[in-house]
């Protein structure tokens, strides 16, 4: 017997060490592709969309806390940075220095606890020249001047050990651009650019307020991005005849067997939280209705409460809204794209994640 592992254990560090051998190869190979890859280059002149975030605070193992990225013209527009956003985001293969701003909806955490790992990236991706603009309503200068302060000194240690030409001081941190409606409006145009129109609109989540979601129009083409929000008018206004309506949409009734499972297990703090978040996110009905209302050609639902770890539960989190809204409807994952090329009316639904190798 002792013979007999004596001999196994030289062949089986071999055949690690062969595997490890063929790992690096591998690795080496596709690292070009892999780092030279551009996705957004490739896509035509329109508007897309990419999900680079399509959870909530509930930890998941399929999607992250909230990001979504609006890509025209080769330049990226960000909408709210959850954490993981730039990971995910990287796992896109998007190039974080062609990021023009962080648009936040509102201020809870799950949609700016991955800020400061977008302005990082962003940074030192090609030694930005110019802070990260972070434009929100009112409230944004205190969730940008914290950050900037809260990693102060992590910046100040990149440049010392990267050097200025690599991580320019000047350029460290964010910008705050804040902005609120007229009196008496539920929307404002807070951007334009080379024939992008970026249009805020008020939403209802309370008592989290403000709160936005945003309307991007192109050459034509439109999507709107809700937000966190419960059903309402100025959505649905705001929304009117949209390409693409890219909401969030929570099901309460699959919520409820998680809420009823914890107090069963006892955490009870866990079960109240989960009783208290259904009255201020829309469901899939409520999303699916705000579509068809608003006349939308298409509708993604997004910040998907519960998460759903089997393919077979989204049958149950649509419930209806299939029936009430008839057009084009998915649930968001994480790595989709929604391409809206200028010049036709269609919503093409791909994924960014690349399989393989270093995918
Ligand atoms: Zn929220
Ligand atoms: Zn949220």
């Known amino acids: 017997m002792k013979r007999l592992i004596g001999l196994l254990v030289p062949t089986a560090i071999a055949g690690w060490v062969l595997r490890g051998k063929i790992a690096v190869a591998v690795t080496k190979k596709a690292l070009p592709k892999r780092l030279s890859s551009d996705p957004v280059a490739d ?5 897309h969309i990419a999900i680079c975030g399509s959870g909530s605070p509930i930890p998941d193992e399929q999607r992250g806390n909230p990001c ?30 062609q ?9 809870h955490s799950d949609h700016i606890g991955g800020l400061a790992s977008v302005a990082l990236q962003r940074w030192v991706a090609n030694a930005a020249e110019t802070k990260l603009r972070v434009i929100g309503p009112v409230g944004v200068d205190r969730v940008v001047n914290g950050y900037n302060e809260a990693y102060a000194l992590d910046n100040s240690y990149r440049t010392a050990h990267h050097g200025e030409a690599i991580a320019p001081s000047a350029s460290a941190g964010m910008v705050a651009e804040s902005f609120d409606f007229d009196s008496g409006k539920t929307s404002k145009v807070v951007l334009e ?37 419960i059903y309402t008018q100025t959505l649905v206004d705001a929304a009117m005849g949209a390409d693409l309506l890219v909401h969030d949409a929570l099901s309460a009734d699959l919520l409820k067997l998680v809420e009823d499972a914890s107090r069963d297990a006892g ?4 079960a109240q939280i989960l009783e208290d978040v259904i009255d201020y996110h829309a469901t899939p009905a409520d999303a ?32 209806d809204a299939k029936e009430r809204f008839k057009g084009p409807l998915w649930i968001a994952s994480d790595g989709d794209l929604y391409s809206l090329p200028v010049g036709g009316r269609t919503v093409e639904r791909s994924s960014l994640f690349a399989s393989g190798p270093l995918g």
Do not use: C, W
Not at 43 to 47: Q, R
């Open 43 to 47: 896509l035509p002149d329109g508007l």
């Open 68 to 97: 979504t990225a609006v890509i025209v013209n080769q330049k990226i527009y960000m909408i709210d940075a959850g954490e993981q956003a730039s990971e995910t985001f990287a796992r896109m293969r998007m190039r974080p220095d």
């Open 99 to 107: 990021i023009q701003a962080v648009l936040l909806t509102h201020f």
């Open 193 to 229: 650019d080379g024939g992008l129109v970026i249009t805020a609109f008020e939403v209802d989540h309370s008592p989290a307020t403000p709160a936005v979601g945003y309307r991007f129009d192109y050459k034509g083409r439109s999507i709107v991005v809700s937000g966190d929000t």
């Open 267 to 270: 955490f009870l703090n866990r």
């Open 288 to 319: 699916a209705d705000a579509a068809r209302e608003a006349q939308v050609g298409a509708l993604a639902m997004t910040h998907v409460i519960p998460p759903l770890p089997i393919k077979a539960l989204e049958g149950p989190y649509l419930g």
